[in-house]
C-alpha cells in the first residue's frame, strides 16, 4: 500500500467505515436496502475519495476530491441523527459517531490547507 494508507486522515476515516458497517448491520432488515444501504455508501465514498485525491497530480484536482470526502460526511451527519430519531441507534452511540464524524471533519480541512499551501 502507498502512502496514502499512512495518513492519519484516511486511516481516521477508514476507522469511521468500520463502525457504521458494525452499527448498521443491527438495523432493523427493512432498511437493509434503505438507510443502511445509503449509509454504507455514503461513509464509504469518504475515504475512497481521499485515496483519488491523493493520486491526482494537481492541487485543484486533489481538493476536489477532498470536497467530495466532506460533503460526504456531512451527509452522513444527517444520517446519524436520523438513525437516533428513529431509534436504530442509542442518543450515545449518535454522540460517538458525530465527534469521530466531527474529528475527520476537522482533519479534511486541514489536510486542504496544508495542499492550498504547498
Known amino acids: ?39 454504507k455508501r455514503c461513509v464509504v465514498s469518504i475515504p475512497a475519495n481521499i ?17 467530495i470526502s466532506d460533503t460526504s460526511l456531512e451527509e452522513l451527519k444527517y444520517y446519524f441523527l436520523l438513525s437516533k430519531d428513529l431509534n436504530y441507534i442509542t442518543s450515545q452511540q449518535y454522540k ?8 475527520v471533519g476537522k482533519m479534511i480541512s486541514g489536510y486542504i490547507k496544508h495542499i492550498q499551501n504547498k
Do not use: C, R
Not at 4 to 20: A, F, G, I, R, T
Not at 51 to 67: C, D, L, P, R, S
Not at 96 to 103: Q, T
Open 1 to 39: 500500500m502507498g502512502l496514502v494508507y499512512d495518513l492519519n486522515l484516511w486511516k481516521e476515516s477508514h476507522q469511521l467505515v468500520l463502525d457504521v458497517y458494525k452499527i448498521v448491520a443491527n438495523f432493523p432488515k427493512e432498511e437493509t436496502f434503505a438507510l443502511s444501504n445509503q449509509m
Open 96 to 103: 460517538i459517531l458525530i465527534n469521530k464524524s466531527e474529528e
Open 51 to 67: 485515496v483519488e485525491g491523493y493520486k491526482k497530480q494537481t492541487k485543484a484536482h486533489q481538493i476536489h476530491f477532498y470536497n
